[in-house]
């Protein structure tokens, strides 16, 4: 089998947008044009999850189904372009109905320094990050970090040239086009613009992530 | 008729302070951890599955305790863990499975793969095994440590569930089962992982191609399928790291996406990762192909740095609509 012949297992729908990828014998990655189609797919999907499906897991463009065993998958199947590929009104469905305010006291180890090289002022930038609407896209790096997008293209800066050791729990940092929080202290190369006391990760709630994919953010300044 | 006099009751005896039966670390060797069967179901909380590597040997040793698969078990990695079993409490059955070490009860040769009465305050000394890389210790009742998201595995990536074994840790243990094990198991088929691959004689796992092999730069999948890829000493939960010819990609990074384990990944540098049970949730680097099958996952979980491996082209995954 060479794959330079084309991606193996491999469906395509132009008509919808949708790849669909296998992994291995009891999964499959399904690409999608938008993160709003993969949100809103995966909470469609989350009722599977439990009886047949292990994981549900969206990415940047992508959600990625892994069910218990092939059979499982198999039943699946026949619906996936119907879940995938759901024509819905714009905005609808793919974010929660109202967004999550998060308070956030901007005053970021490097605030000063995007203040300087976006030329907003440490007032503009903070006005500027905290202006957009923002969405959850996909979970990585730590438990409860959750890639939101939404930034204002203007703070689109390349994450830090070397990583801090420590990274504060409740960062409010921005790297490329996402933004986040941290959820508690761990090593990181994100900007960052301000803390917030909102625990985002707590291993007793239910979930535990309080930012997931789907998920509407506001970031309000603290006075 | 007075009321009756109330004796002094003095002041409120304290209570011994007690831990409860459970083992105590005495020496917990290079790495062992507890783990069960994970916390699958929370990936897209940035959440990774966890659990026991070599899941065939930690249900196996469950068995023979007479313990369900999912209590907990000690991953031994490389032997050298000595507990010692505190009271109060009766006996309990022990079993050692996964890659065979010299096991010492009491100060006598005990069997592996077999349950083994242990007595309170009688000591367990794990030698280094002979071959393969992971030994699962179970107790009867099992490792009953808190769980964290229904889970009392060691996650090393993102520091979920109890740190890894030190000496002086007490790990407190769950009610024995009521009964003796259960009788006929037959354990000859599971009793000895795969041998360490060498490169006379390598370890081969069935790899499905997706879901980006075509990723992979022209001819690299038959380079990846082809060669004896060396595990690499920085190898751990999180993934095997492979050293080997270079394959070159010709994607680059790609909007992160989710990743299962077993899945082969090929960051720029070329040398692949397979990615373990502690694997980050998502990546942005091409996953070229998938090793799925548990029994391939378990003999994964026995390789040593320095062992060999083959990836041997899997059945053809089914077909998509």
Redesign the interface.
């Given at each position: 089998m060479t794959p330079g012949a084309g991606p193996v297992g491999t469906g395509g729908d132009a008509g919808t947008g949708v790849r669909i990828r296998a992994v291995g014998a009891a999964g499959v990655l399904v690409e999608v044009d938008d993160p709003p189609a993969a949100a809103l797919a995966a909470r469609q999907f989350a009722g599977e999850s439990g009886a047949t499906l292990v994981e549900v897991v969206p990415g940047a463009r992508s959600l990625l189904l892994l069910a218990r065993d092939p059979a499982d998958l198999d039943r699946l199947r026949p619906r996936l372009h119907e879940l995938v590929g759901a024509r819905r009104p714009p905005g609808a469905g793919d974010t929660t109905p109202e967004p999550l305010e998060i308070p956030v006291r901007y005053d970021g180890a490097d605030l000063h320094d995007l203040a300087e090289r976006t030329g907003l002022g440490e007032d503009g930038v903070a006005a500027t990050h905290s202006g957009s609407t923002y969405r959850g896209v996909f979970s990585g790096f730590a438990p409860g970090f959750c890639y939101l997008e939404g930034l204002p293209s203007v703070l689109a800066l390349p994450r830090l040239p070397e990583p801090r050791q420590v990274v504060p729990a409740g960062s409010v940092a921005i790297a490329g086009c996402y933004s986040a929080v941290y959820p508690r202290s761990t090593p990181g190369g994100w900007r960052l613009l301000g803390r917030t006391a909102v625990e985002v990760w707590d291993p007793e709630r239910r979930p535990p992530a309080l930012i997931r994919p789907g998920t509407a953010v506001r970031f309000v300044p603290e006075r | 008729m007075g009321t009756a006099r109330c004796p002094a009751l003095g002041p409120t005896p304290t209570p011994t302070p007690t831990l409860g039966p459970g083992l105590v670390v005495l020496d917990p060797g290079r790495l062992t951890t507890v783990q069960d069967l994970g916390r699958?179901?929370?990936?897209?909380?940035?959440?990774p599955?966890s659990g026991a590597l070599d899941l065939p040997s930690h249900r196996l040793a469950n068995r023979l305790a007479g313990n369900d698969p999912t209590a907990a078990t000690l991953e031994i990695t490389l032997g050298g863990l000595a507990v010692t079993l505190e009271g109060p409490g009766p006996a309990r059955a022990i079993a050692v499975t996964g890659a065979p070490t010299p096991l010492l009860v009491g100060g006598q040769p005990a069997p592996l793969y077999l349950p083994v009465g242990v007595r309170p305050g009688e000591t367990l000394v794990l030698g280094t095994p002979g071959h393969g890389l992971r030994s699962y210790l179970a107790v009867a009742g099992g490792i009953a440590v808190a769980t964290?998201?229904g889970s009392r595995s060691t996650d090393l990536l993102?520091g979920?569930g109890p740190p890894p074994l030190r000496a002086g840790d007490h790990l407190p243990l769950g009610p024995p089962p009521p009964g003796p094990p259960p009788p006929g198991l037959d354990v000859a088929a599971a009793a000895s992982p795969a041998a360490a691959g060498t490169a006379a004689r390598p370890s081969v796992v069935a790899l499905?191609?997706?879901?980006?092999?075509?990723a992979?730069a022209?001819?690299?999948?038959?380079t990846l399928t082809s060669a004896a890829w060396v595990v690499a000493p920085a190898s751990n939960r999180v993934g095997l790291r492979l050293a080997g010819p270079a394959l070159r990609t010709v994607s680059g990074e790609l909007?992160?996406?989710?990743?299962?384990t077993?899945?082969v990944q090929v960051p720029p540098g070329g040398q692949p990762v397979v990615f373990l049970a502690d694997h980050?949730?998502?990546?942005g680097y091409p996953?070229?192909g998938?090793?799925?099958a548990e029994a391939d996952l378990a003999r994964l979980a026995q390789l040593r740095p320095g062992s060999v491996l083959r990836l041997a082209?899997g059945?053809?995954?089914?077909?998509?609509?």
């Amino acid at each position: 089998m060479t794959p330079g012949a084309g991606p193996v297992g491999t469906g395509g729908d132009a008509g919808t947008g949708v790849r669909i990828r296998a992994v291995g014998a009891a999964g499959v990655l399904v690409e999608v044009d938008d993160p709003p189609a993969a949100a809103l797919a995966a909470r469609q999907f989350a009722g599977e999850s439990g009886a047949t499906l292990v994981e549900v897991v969206p990415g940047a463009r992508s959600l990625l189904l892994l069910a218990r065993d092939p059979a499982d998958l198999d039943r699946l199947r026949p619906r996936l372009h119907e879940l995938v590929g759901a024509r819905r009104p714009p905005g609808a469905g793919d974010t929660t109905p109202e967004p999550l305010e998060i308070p956030v006291r901007y005053d970021g180890a490097d605030l000063h320094d995007l203040a300087e090289r976006t030329g907003l002022g440490e007032d503009g930038v903070a006005a500027t990050h905290s202006g957009s609407t923002y969405r959850g896209v996909f979970s990585g790096f730590a438990p409860g970090f959750c890639y939101l997008e939404g930034l204002p293209s203007v703070l689109a800066l390349p994450r830090l040239p070397e990583p801090r050791q420590v990274v504060p729990a409740g960062s409010v940092a921005i790297a490329g086009c996402y933004s986040a929080v941290y959820p508690r202290s761990t090593p990181g190369g994100w900007r960052l613009l301000g803390r917030t006391a909102v625990e985002v990760w707590d291993p007793e709630r239910r979930p535990p992530a309080l930012i997931r994919p789907g998920t509407a953010v506001r970031f309000v300044p603290e006075r | 008729m007075g009321t009756a006099r109330c004796p002094a009751l003095g002041p409120t005896p304290t209570p011994t302070p007690t831990l409860g039966p459970g083992l105590v670390v005495l020496d917990p060797g290079r790495l062992t951890t507890v783990q069960d069967l994970g916390r699958p179901g929370h990936a897209h909380e940035g959440v990774p599955p966890s659990g026991a590597l070599d899941l065939p040997s930690h249900r196996l040793a469950n068995r023979l305790a007479g313990n369900d698969p999912t209590a907990a078990t000690l991953e031994i990695t490389l032997g050298g863990l000595a507990v010692t079993l505190e009271g109060p409490g009766p006996a309990r059955a022990i079993a050692v499975t996964g890659a065979p070490t010299p096991l010492l009860v009491g100060g006598q040769p005990a069997p592996l793969y077999l349950p083994v009465g242990v007595r309170p305050g009688e000591t367990l000394v794990l030698g280094t095994p002979g071959h393969g890389l992971r030994s699962y210790l179970a107790v009867a009742g099992g490792i009953a440590v808190a769980t964290t998201l229904g889970s009392r595995s060691t996650d090393l990536l993102s520091g979920l569930g109890p740190p890894p074994l030190r000496a002086g840790d007490h790990l407190p243990l769950g009610p024995p089962p009521p009964g003796p094990p259960p009788p006929g198991l037959d354990v000859a088929a599971a009793a000895s992982p795969a041998a360490a691959g060498t490169a006379a004689r390598p370890s081969v796992v069935a790899l499905h191609p997706g879901p980006r092999p075509d990723a992979l730069a022209p001819g690299g999948w038959e380079t990846l399928t082809s060669a004896a890829w060396v595990v690499a000493p920085a190898s751990n939960r999180v993934g095997l790291r492979l050293a080997g010819p270079a394959l070159r990609t010709v994607s680059g990074e790609l909007p992160p996406e989710g990743m299962a384990t077993g899945g082969v990944q090929v960051p720029p540098g070329g040398q692949p990762v397979v990615f373990l049970a502690d694997h980050p949730v998502t990546g942005g680097y091409p996953v070229v192909g998938v090793v799925d099958a548990e029994a391939d996952l378990a003999r994964l979980a026995q390789l040593r740095p320095g062992s060999v491996l083959r990836l041997a082209v899997g059945a053809s995954p089914p077909a998509t609509p």
